[in-house]
């Protein structure tokens, strides 16, 4: 933009410069009368002249100035397109370098596999006599060759180990002496014994060596000695020969118990109470129901009679709550009823305590024993945490024991809260059936007192 107006200013001054010679020229030579209207018009004529030929330098260098701008704008968008271009490629190239990258990184992990399984094949072969690594053609041979090789030897081991083999050998029986005998190997998965003092299928004892099985299995191994068929295959099936199988645990009740530890005697202990405190409820509650009938028969014709005291002696030979409360509604027979009927509600709140012997103690270990079973089963929680904590999570016996602590705790306090909350509010309702027909039995003797003189009237 500057360079244009001075470009413009140059062309100006070019063109002002002969009337500035003319001006100068005129001023020195004499002065000539010149009417002010012919300068005028020679002026307006000149500078008519002036500003169309300054009209046309300035549309011509418009026109030069816009053919550059659509020169530099046409570099522009050809530059432009070449970044677009060198972009787009540069892109494209770092996407095939990543592909490269990937393709190469999986080659990495495909040849690092390969080689971690051709050393697992090379270790599972040794383990059955099979050894690559004196095979020179296998040692200097590629992926394709080793993997040929090792896929031959697997399954001529297959092959081999498919078949039922026999080999003399020893193994245990059951009271732990060792014998001498015969073994016949059902592939690698199941071995059977035969001796003189006991046959049957094995089981792994560790080391290679093999223990009888508990289960009776000796017309199997026999059947399978002299090659006849049998209906039913009795047959322990083991992973690996070198791991020893342990007896399967039998469960009894003190051993899960033992489980829980500490806590789960004390369960255990309060279950035992509570059962305890049912019985002897159940038994007097039992007792104090059985009287009332019995009682009731024994004194309704005597007080027919209106034998008062006879009537309370007949009571006395009975012993509980429901005897006591009418001994003092026959005590006070001579009373008006409504004092009769304080009486015998007094009495009955007296009997109260009696009636609810044990019931508070029978409800409150319902109540304790899951609280035990919970604290049991945060002490185990916390226990196998203990055990993580040091030893790790890579042998699961270690976190059984604190495992089994934290069921059998919950469990225990379970079995104790149920049956004891479900008897605790049975027997509760049977003593306020109890105490309902104690008075019940109570005012029948009273309306039986108080209504006989009326009867005797009306006869």
Not at 361 to 383: E, H, K
Not at 416 to 437: H, M, Q, T, Y
């Amino acid at each position: 933009m500057i360079g244009r107006t001075i470009l413009a200013l140059s062309l100006a001054l070019s063109a002002f410069s002969p009337i500035l010679a003319a001006q100068e020229s005129a001023a020195a030579a004499p002065v000539k009368s010149v009417s002010v209207e012919e300068a005028y018009q020679k002026e307006f004529a000149f500078l008519t002249a002036q500003k169309r030929e300054l009209s046309e330098q300035l549309k011509a260098l418009k026109a030069q100035s816009e053919r550059e701008q659509n020169r530099l704008a046409n570099e522009v968008a050809t530059l432009q397109a070449r970044v677009i271009a060198a972009e787009n490629s540069t892109e494209r190239l770092g996407d095939e370098l990543n592909v490269a990258d990937q393709a190469a990184l999986s080659n990495q992990e495909n040849s690092d596999l390969l080689q971690a399984t051709f050393s697992q094949a090379q270790i599972t072969l040794e383990g059955y006599g099979v050894d690559l690594g004196k095979d020179a053609a296998f040692a200097e041979g590629d992926d394709s060759i080793k993997l040929e090789r090792l896929l031959r030897a697997g399954e001529q081991r297959l092959a081999q180990s498919a078949a039922v083999r026999k080999a003399p050998g020893k193994f245990y029986l059951n009271n732990g002496s060792e014998v001498e005998g015969e073994l016949i190997q059902v592939g690698n998965i199941a071995t059977f014994g035969i001796s003189a003092q006991g046959s049957g299928a094995l089981a792994p004892a560790g080391g290679g060596s093999f223990k009888l099985w508990r289960d009776e299995s000796t017309q199997t191994a026999e059947a399978l000695a002299n090659g006849t068929p049998v209906d039913t295959l009795r047959i322990f099936l083991y992973e690996n020969a070198n791991t020893a199988v342990s007896e399967p645990e039998v469960k009894t009740a003190a051993g899960e118990v033992a489980k829980g530890g500490l806590i789960g005697y004390v369960i255990v202990s309060l279950g035992l109470f509570a059962l305890v405190l049912i019985i002897m409820r159940a038994i007097f509650l039992s007792g104090a129901g059985s009287s009332i009938g019995k009682i009731t028969e024994a004194v309704e014709p005597l007080l027919r009679q209106r034998r008062v005291d006879d009537a309370i002696a007949a009571t006395k030979r009975f012993k509980g709550s429901a005897a006591r409360v009418v001994t003092s509604a026959l005590r006070n027979l001579d009373r008006d009823r409504d004092h009769l009927e304080d009486i015998v509600s007094e009495s009955i709140l007296h009997e109260n305590t009696r009636l609810n012997r044990f019931g508070a103690m029978i409800l409150m270990i319902a109540g304790v024993a899951p609280l035990l079973g919970l604290l049991g089963t945060v002490t185990g929680m916390i226990q196998t945490f203990d055990v993580i904590t040091e030893f790790g999570t890579s042998d699961p016996k270690l976190l059984a024991g604190g495992i089994a602590t934290a069921l059998v705790t919950t469990e225990l306090g379970l079995i104790v809260a149920i049956p004891s909350l479900l008897f605790g509010n049975l027997l509760g309702g049977w003593a306020e059936r109890l105490k309902d027909d104690m008075e019940k039995a109570a005012l029948g003797v009273i309306n039986m007192y108080k209504d006989q003189p009326k009867l005797a009237r009306a006869a």
